[in-house]
Each structure stands twice: as C-alpha cells, then as structure tokens.
C-alpha cells in the first residue's frame, strides 16, 4: 500500500497529545466475556428507558433541540438548581474539553492530580496548555499540593471526587478550604461523574452559588447506566455557561440521549436502590479481595483499584483473569503500573471474581 506523507501540518501542539486509551471491551477468541474495564453500570438504565427506548427511536430523524431545555429543566429541579446555568454535553468528557478550550490560552497551566482523569491532561494539551501533575498522598488529592502547584499561569484546576481510577475523595470541608485559597480567576473543575454513589454528596453543587470560580460536571453514563448515549453536563456561573454554549456545537446531546436522560432524571428510586446495590457489593468484594492479601483503598465510586505487589504480577493476574473471561482496566497511563481497576458487578459477578482470584492466590505465590 502507498504510505501517502501528508504535506497538511496540524497545529503544532497538537503533536504531543498521546491517545485517549478506553478499557479493553473484548478478548480475543472468546465469548460471553464480563467487562469490568469500563467503571459502567452493569445492571443498566432505569426501566423507564427499558420501556420508552423504542418508542422515541421512531422520532430520531429529527435533530434534537439545541437548547436542551426540558432536560436542563429537570436537572434543575432535582437539584434545586438555575436551568439557566447549567449545559448539556455529550458527556461530561466534552464539557471537559469546552471548558479547557474556552478558558486556556498556550502556555497556560491546567492542574489535575496525580492519578487524575487522563481528559484532564489530554484536554489541556489540545488547547496548548500546559498539563501540571500534583502529587497525591496516598492516592488521595492533597489540597497543600494543589495549592502549592498553583501559578500566576494557572488557570483551571480539575479535581475529580470521587477520583478515578483511585476511587479516594475528600471532603467537603476541604473543597471549601482550597476554594478560599485559590485566587478568583482561577477556576475550580470538580468532577462528580461518581457522585451520585456516595450518600448525601452533592458533588460541590450547593458551593456554586458561594463561588463564582467553582464549576461542577456530572454524567449520565454512570449511575443512570447510559453510557452509550453520551449525556453529561455542568454547572457554574452564568458567563462561563454562555461562552461554553456559544462554542459548543448546536446539536452536541442527540434526541435519543437527551430523552433518556430525562426519564432517568427523574428516577430517584433507581439511583438511591443502584448506590445501595453498589455499596453493598463493592464493600463485601474489598473484604474478600483484603482477606485475599490484595490491597485496595476505601473506594467512594463504583469501582476498586487493587494493588499488587509488581508491574508484572498485575500483568500476570491480568492476562489469568482474561483467561477466565474477565476484562479489567490496566492502569498504567495513570502512572499505577502495580495495579488494576475493576468496575463493581453484580453480586454473582463479584462473587465469582473472588472465587477467581482465590483461585490465583491458591496456585501460585503472592509475591
Ligand atoms: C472522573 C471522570 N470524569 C468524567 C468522565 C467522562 O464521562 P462521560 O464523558 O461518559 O460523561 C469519566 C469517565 O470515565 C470519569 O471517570
């Protein structure tokens, strides 16, 4: 084949952003395989979109409206929130890159932390920016360290909380110190794409209305299970909302996705029952995977990242887990090269991990 060497040059920074690598979604050569790569919500949307999904698909020749208004009208509502201020996105990865798009110029700072959300950095380096990685402590965002990495340069700081893949947060108390540290016109992302799995956290969005600086994201492809659809959206003071539509593109939420949001809006049931379901499944397989001699932090989201003991033992457990028809996240873009992330199951899946990982640890060494 002819290697065709395009004389048409992108922009110059553009040559230094690494691809976004998504978890694995298929083994080769087999079947039937679990996907826990992926932090997605197995059980699925509510059944409200079970049952209206074929319906509105019949009205998807139609381009969906631009302005999102019933769906911002919902979240609004459940949240006690200005529809006005709020913004649809084609999931929160898009508002991500809005926001570093409208808001950084070359050779501005976007802070994330160590082990933060890869769209953070990819986002920055798209607009020229320029990515600063802040230490954690111990897998957990360190608000001194944030503070002592901000520049006259910075301009946006991302902090997802619950973070993945570490699946650590911090508190309230400290998002609110680190807002009254940082200067006004740097603006704090909080990230709650995992929020609505932890009981009675608003994500950050009751500080808004305190900090014109704070802007908060949140997404329908994890507790509402529609990932496929790509919905998410975001919420901060009015001028940001409006430079961030006035360049989005008009039809960026497709029909379907911006309905099926709306129907699970307002299933409050399904959420609070999905935490619950979550909570209990995710803290019976940490016991197990601990009793086990695998270490895993006290994770806040739908998901854990174990720790093993080397690069080529997470490497080992990986390729005998994808034997066993398991997918898990390898986490080495995230500079966890000693571990790996799994979404939390059903019970009978987590059940059955743990028997597999039992199974490993009967068999060969822990080290
Ligand atoms: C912390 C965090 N933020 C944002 C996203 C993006 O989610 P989406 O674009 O599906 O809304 C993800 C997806 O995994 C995530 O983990």
């Known amino acids: 084949m002819q290697n065709f060497n395009s004389k048409i040059k992108p922009l110059s920074h553009f040559h230094k952003i690494p691809l976004y690598q998504s978890?694995?979604?298929?083994?080769?050569?087999?079947?039937?395989?679990?996907?826990?790569?992926?932090?997605?919500?197995?059980?699925?949307?509510?059944?409200?979109?079970?049952?209206q999904i074929a319906h509105?698909?019949?009205?998807?020749?139609?381009?969906?409206?631009?302005?999102?208004?019933?769906l911002r009208s919902k979240?609004?509502?459940?949240?006690?929130?200005?529809?006005?201020?709020?913004?649809?996105?084609?999931?929160?990865d898009e508002i991500i890159q809005l926001l570093c798009r409208c808001f950084c110029e070359k050779n501005d700072e976007v802070i994330y932390t160590e082990h933060g959300f890869l769209m953070y950095k990819l986002s920055a380096l798209a607009t020229g920016a320029k990515p600063v990685e802040i230490k954690e402590t111990n897998r957990t965002a360190s608000i001194d360290n944030i503070c002592a990495g901000v520049t006259s340069r910075t301009k946006i700081i991302f902090l997802a909380n619950p973070n993945n893949p570490t699946g650590t947060m911090i508190s309230a108390t400290e998002i609110?110190?680190?807002l009254n540290k940082i200067p006004e016109n740097i603006l704090l992302v909080l990230d709650g794409a995992y929020a609505e799995y932890v009981n009675s956290f608003d994500g950050g969005i009751s500080l808004v209305n305190k900090f014109a600086n704070?802007?908060?994201?949140?997404?329908?492809?994890?507790?509402?299970?529609?990932?496929?659809?790509?919905?998410?959206?975001?919420?901060?003071?009015k001028d940001i909302i409006d430079v961030l539509n006035s360049v989005r593109s008009p039809f960026n939420v497709s029909s379907l996705g911006l309905k099926m949001a709306e129907l699970s809006v307002e299933d409050v049931n399904f959420v609070n029952e999905q935490r619950e379901l979550n909570?209990?499944?995710?803290?019976?397989?940490?016991?197990?995977?601990?009793?086990?001699?695998?270490?895993?932090?006290?994770?806040?989201a739908n998901f854990l990242l174990l720790r093993f003991e080397s690069e080529k033992q997470a490497n080992t457990i990986d390729l005998f887990l994808k034997e066993k028809g398991f997918i898990l996240r390898k986490v080495s873009s995230y500079g966890l090269p000693k571990c790996l992330r799994l979404s939390i199951g059903n019970k009978e899946i987590c059940e059955k991990l743990y028997l597999t990982l039992a199974e490993y640890f009967d068999n060969n060494d822990r080290v």
């Open 214 to 237: 704070l802007f908060v994201t949140r997404t329908f492809s994890k507790i509402f299970g529609l990932g496929g659809l790509r919905v998410g959206w975001g919420y901060g003071a």
């Open 56 to 70: 509105y698909s019949k009205n998807i020749f139609e381009y969906p409206d631009s302005n999102h208004f019933v």
């Open 279 to 300: 909570k209990v499944n995710r803290e019976v397989l940490r016991n197990g995977l601990l009793d086990l001699g695998i270490m895993t932090d006290q994770s806040f």
């Open 75 to 92: 979240i609004g509502m459940l949240h006690n929130i200005d529809p006005d201020r709020i913004i649809c996105g084609a999931g929160s």
């Open 23 to 51: 978890g694995e979604s298929t083994i080769l050569g087999k079947e039937n395989v679990i996907k826990l790569s992926a932090n997605e919500n197995m059980n699925g949307p509510c059944n409200e979109v079970l049952n």
């Open 176 to 178: 609110d110190k680190l």
